[in-house]
Each structure stands twice: as C-alpha cells, then as structure tokens.
C-alpha cells in the first residue's frame, strides 16, 4: 500500500528565509506527485505537481519541488518565504498511469508559521 | 463558477442523528472523493467513485455510505453520527490531469 511521509509536523521561520519541507512515499511503481496548501479557514489549493519529465517542478507562488526517484522523495522548496505563506503543505501522491480513479494518498502535513 | 460545491458548510449534530453531506461538480470530472480532515492525521479518504455507478471504500468507511446520483453528485450519508465523526469534511473531484479540485469543506460538530 501507498503512504506519505511528512516528518516536520511544523515549522517555524523568520520571513525571508528558506524553505525546505521533507516529503517521502513508498510505492514502488509509477507515481504521480503532489503538494498542497491549506491556508487557515480553506480548503486545499494545488501548489505544484510531478507526472514524468524534468524532475525539478515550479509551481505557483514560487515554490517548486524535486522529485528524487532513488530516495521517494519530493521535498518542497522557497528560496525567501513571506508572512503570507503561514499555512498548512500537504505531500500526496498516486498511481501513475492513465487512470483518472486513481486515489491520492495524503501525507500528515507540516504546518508552517511565519514570523514577521 | 466552475469547481466542487458542498453543503452545509457548518453542522451540528446530536449523537445518533443522521444527515447527508452533498457534493457537486460542474467540471465533468469522472471521480469524486469524500475525505476527512483531522488534526495531525492529515486527510483520510472515507469513500471514492471511479465513474457513475460505482462506489468503493477507502481507508476509514466505518460509519458512513455514499450515493453517487449522477456524474456530478456525490453525497455521504451518517446513518447515526458518533462524536469520533467530529471533523471537517471535504468533497473533491478529479479528472484526466490527475489532480484533485476541492470543495470548501463542512465543518461537522457532533455533541
């Protein structure tokens, strides 16, 4: 069976700063690759996903993230946060392939907190 | 505007009562999802739908049933709610990019 890691459950970083969440799944077939984001009082927004192709993925509001096949990983990155981007980051993942059923599996989330 | 569409946005129920959370989409997405959402537990999907017609469990179903009426509803039932249903819950939709489009979600409080 599918599962995601999120190991940071929360973070703290001063605005300005770097930012690196840690996302890893066991599945050891063809993935697709997904990072969300759930601003307080909202539902989940798409930030970025991975299907195949350069394993390096911009996504909006300038993060992006690396999908790492050798280690599961799909860590998330922001070279500068902003106050704005306190929120809830979400790593999921599913069967890769060309099935539009396939289930996206969560990850526990890592909740970021920026101090102004 | 295009996108999935819950209701009610916020519930209380007692314990033992019953209610059905609906969820449509205009997207002409084939699958649909009901997760929950719970504090340090991320989402936890409850049911699914490939397509009109069909219905599966997923991991935490105890509790709960669907109906998928159509290609854009898709409701969840609680025959009697429990307090362990205390959460929010959130409908989604996916089609041929793999992605999911959510719902805003129902906050549901069972007392």
């Known amino acids: 069976a599918q599962s995601v890691s999120q190991h940071n459950h929360h973070v703290i970083l001063s605005e300005a700063a770097s930012l690196e969440l840690g996302c890893n799944y066991s599945y050891g077939g063809t993935v697709n690759l997904f990072w969300y984001v759930q601003y307080p009082g909202q539902h989940l927004q798409l930030l970025l996903k991975y299907f195949s192709g350069d394993p390096l993925v911009k996504g909006i509001k300038g993060f992006e993230a690396e999908f790492i096949k050798s280690k599961f990983s799909f860590n998330l990155r922001k070279p500068s946060v902003q106050w704005s981007d306190t929120a809830e980051y979400f790593c999921?993942?599913?069967?890769?392939?060309?099935?539009?059923?396939?289930?996206?599996?969560f990850g526990s989330g890592t909740r970021l907190s920026i101090r102004p | 505007n295009a996108g999935v569409t819950q209701t009610p946005k916020f519930q209380v129920l007692k314990t033992g009562q019953s209610m059905t959370l609906q969820c449509a989409q205009d997207m002409n997405h084939n699958s649909m999802y009901w997760y929950r959402q719970d504090p340090g537990m991320g989402l936890r999907l409850i049911y699914y739908?490939?397509?009109?017609?069909?219905?599966d469990k997923g991991e935490v179903p105890n509790g709960y049933n669907v109906s998928r009426l159509n290609k854009r509803e898709f409701s969840l039932r609680l025959e009697s709610a429990a307090p362990s249903q205390t959460s929010v819950y959130f409908c989604a939709s996916s089609g041929q990019n793999y992605g999911y489009t959510f719902g805003s979600g129902t906050r549901l409080t069972v007392v």
């Open positions: 739908s490939a397509s009109e017609g069909t219905t």
């Open positions: 999921a993942v599913n069967r890769g392939g060309y099935s539009s059923a396939s289930k996206i599996i």
